[in-house]
T-cell receptor, first 111, second 114 residues
């Protein structure tokens, strides 16, 4: 079964700290990975996508991909209370293949 | 540049009625995806469509649910003879082409079945 797995949390971090969100996937053929942020009662919002092994940085966010270990992570530096949300990890085989979402990790940033 | 649009935002139906959910993709996007999300749960893939074609409907229940994306007009997710278990948030997403699968989500339709 093709799956994307995340710890549901909640993950609590103090304001200003680094939040580390993790995700594993079971299909070795997966090519593309995405992180979405979803506030309660709202729709998912794309934060980052990553296709290649290594790190990809965008502002306070860094996505990390390790295809050998089938592991994706999202680091949020200088966490703010406004970062409190559920973070969804997703993976795809690419092209016409559907995107599979994890169940999400709830992040709480404590002021 | 308008994003993905969905309507209605909230829909209330009694058991046995039909629900029609509409999705207009972002300008220039020809690929549409429908997802269902129950409270406190993740997104569940339902169907992937291109104009006039269903590409993948592996997540659609076998009965009562159907989807279309006509040449003109929005994509429609249709639920016939709704039951209480159909109550959920239904999200539509779109992507620009078959060369990328980065999806952008609409605001969702919250369906409540009484």
């Amino acid at each position: 079964q093709k799956e994307v797995e995340q710890n549901s949390g909640p993950l609590s971090v103090p304001e200003g700290a680094i939040a580390s969100l993790n995700c594993t996937y079971s299909d070795r053929g997966s090519q593309s990975f995405f992180w979405y942020r979803q506030y309660s009662g709202k729709s998912p919002e794309l934060i980052m996508f990553i296709y290649s092994n290594g790190d990809k940085e965008d502002g306070r966010f860094t996505a990390q991909l390790n295809k050998a270990s089938q592991y994706v992570s999202l680091l949020i530096r200088d966490s703010q209370p406004s970062d409190s949300a559920t973070y969804l990890c997703a993976g795809s085989l690419g092209g016409y293949q559907k995107v599979t979402f994890g169940t999400g990790t709830k992040l709480q940033v404590i002021p | 540049n308008a994003g993905v649009m969905q309507n209605p935002r909230h829909l209330v139906r009694r058991r046995g009625q039909e629900a029609r959910l509409r999705c207009s993709p972002m300008k220039g996007h020809s690929h549409v995806y429908w997802y269902r999300q129950l409270p406190e749960e993740g997104l569940k893939f339902m169907v992937y469509l291109q104009k006039e074609n269903i590409i993948d409907e592996s997540g659609m229940p076998k009965e009562r649910f159907s989807a279309e994306f006509p040449k003109e007009g929005p994509s429609i997710l249709r639920i016939q003879q709704v039951v209480r278990g159909d109550s959920a948030a239904y999200f539509c997403a779109s992507s620009p082409s078959d060369l990328t699968d980065t999806q952008y989500f609409g605001p969702g339709t919250r369906l409540t079945v009484l």
